[in-house]
């Protein structure tokens, strides 16, 4: 069976600052892996995805993942954070390509940005 | 597009009423999700539409918990009757289709059972 653990269920930064959420991922095949970001009385919307091919992901609002397979993570960071980052973000992982319904998600991370 | 859309924002509601909470996905998409999402269980996926027919059903709770999808533009998510550990915030998603892992979210139905 797959599964995300998301290491810590609320991380702050200040603006500015490096924004790194921890993601760690289970799964008996070559994972799928995602993240979504579910802003204030929004709902998640996908940030980025790995499927396969070249391991440092780059996705919107200028937030990159790398899929390690020896480490069996796929972090989310994020150089520089502006305040419009305060979110809610869900690392997320499916077993079968091509599968909306077979998405595993995690418990989130809540970031904050202090000004 | 005003992506997808639910309806209501809340509801507030005692125990053993029936609740009935209503999605139109985004037009021109064909597959459609209900997810729950609880601060215990995360966020769960409890039945999914293609084409309006649904496929996978085996995450609803219980019997209690039914969803239709009459026609492409609408589905609901029907509670009878409603418990208090019903309370959650239930979301619709669409996607293009069920091989297509973007997902588009609507904002969600806050529910409680009072």
């Known amino acids: 069976a797959q599964s995300v653990t998301q290491l810590g269920s609320h991380v702050s930064v200040s603006e500015g600052a490096l924004v790194l959420l921890r993601c760690n991922y289970s799964s008996s095949v070559p994972p799928y892996l995602f993240w979504y970001v579910q802003y204030p009385n929004q709902g998640l919307q996908l940030l980025l995805k790995y499927t396969t091919g070249a391991t440092l992901v780059k996705g919107i609002n200028g937030f990159e993942a790398e899929f390690k397979k020896s480490e069996t993570s796929f972090h989310l960071t994020k150089p520089s954070a502006h305040m419009s980052d305060a979110a809610e973000y869900f690392c997320a992982v499916s077993d079968s390509y091509g599968s909306a319904s077979k998405i595993i998600f995690g418990s989130g991370t809540r970031l904050s940005i202090r000004p | 597009d005003a992506g997808v859309i639910q309806s209501p924002r809340h509801e507030v509601t005692e125990m053993g009423q029936e609740v009935t909470l209503r999605c139109k996905p985004i037009s021109g998409h064909n597959s459609l999700f209900w997810y729950r999402q609880t601060m215990m269980r995360g966020l769960e996926l409890l039945i999914y539409?293609?084409?309006?027919?649904?496929?996978?059903d085996s995450g609803m709770p219980e019997d209690r918990f039914s969803a239709k999808m009459p026609n492409a533009s609408f589905s609901t998510l029907k509670i009878q009757p409603s418990e208090p550990r019903d309370s959650a915030v239930y979301f619709c998603a669409s996607s293009v289709s069920a091989s297509n892992e973007k997902l588009f979210f609507g904002s969600g139905t806050q529910l409680s059972v009072l």
């Open positions: 539409f293609n084409n309006n027919v649904p496929i996978d």
